[in-house]
């Protein structure tokens, strides 16, 4: 008896810990583990949860509260020019924090321009004062390419504001 209740107990904790990596691979780059070569494994514990998202690789890794790495994949920030507003339209770089959150029908109130907004953004969790936020996309290319916001895949973009981003949480954008 006691060996079925540590193998259901084992089994329930892979399950979860499988859920919370997003481990393995499939099409759509859900379970992507690019970043996993450029994030350190910890990092020093804040007692915060923390995003952090390289421009330069084009990838993300999340902490824990100890600092600990849960996950990491691919992300697109904000690209070096946008035609349709004349200008760069990098992420902005630097420490910030989670200040709301949407679920799936989140959208832009801005993009596209031609329409005053509309743009799906969903899952959205929005950092700093200037609208910038994290959200899914189906176009996460392996390049920056937003008017700013970060583009995670759906799924991911899910996973984050249901079970892993709150309000406070940081977000660190590094140098592109």
């Known amino acids: 008896m006691r060996s079925f209740v540590f193998i259901s107990f084992f089994v329930v904790c892979l399950s979860l810990i499988g859920c919370a990596q997003l481990s393995g691979a499939d099409p759509d780059g859900d379970n992507d583990s ?5 994030f350190p494994l910890t990092r020093p514990a ?8 390289a421009p330069k ?3 993300f890794a999340v902490y824990d509260e100890k600092g600990n790495r849960i996950n990491t994949g ?5 690209a070096v020019y946008c035609p349709d507003v004349g200008r760069a339209c990098r992420t902005v770089v630097g420490k910030f924090t989670i200040v709301s959150k949407g679920d799936a029908g ?9 329409t005053n907004g509309g743009a799906p953004m969903p899952y959205c969790m929005h950092f700093g ?8 996309s189906y176009h996460v290319p392996d390049y920056n390419a937003s008017h700013g916001c970060i583009r995670v895949s759906p799924t991911v973009a899910r996973w984050l504001n249901n079970h892993f981003m709150k309000v406070g949480s940081t977000v660190i954008v590094l140098p592109y």
Request: proline content about 3%; charged content about 20%.
């Open 106 to 114: 989140c959208i832009s109130n801005r993009f596209p321009i031609e």
């Open 129 to 136: 004062s200037k609208g910038y936020a994290i959200h899914g």
């Open 57 to 59: 690789y084009g990838a």
């Open 74 to 78: 691919r992300a697109s920030g904000g």
């Open 34 to 38: 690019k970043g996993a070569a450029h």
């Open 46 to 53: 804040t007692g915060r949860r923390v995003f952090i998202f």
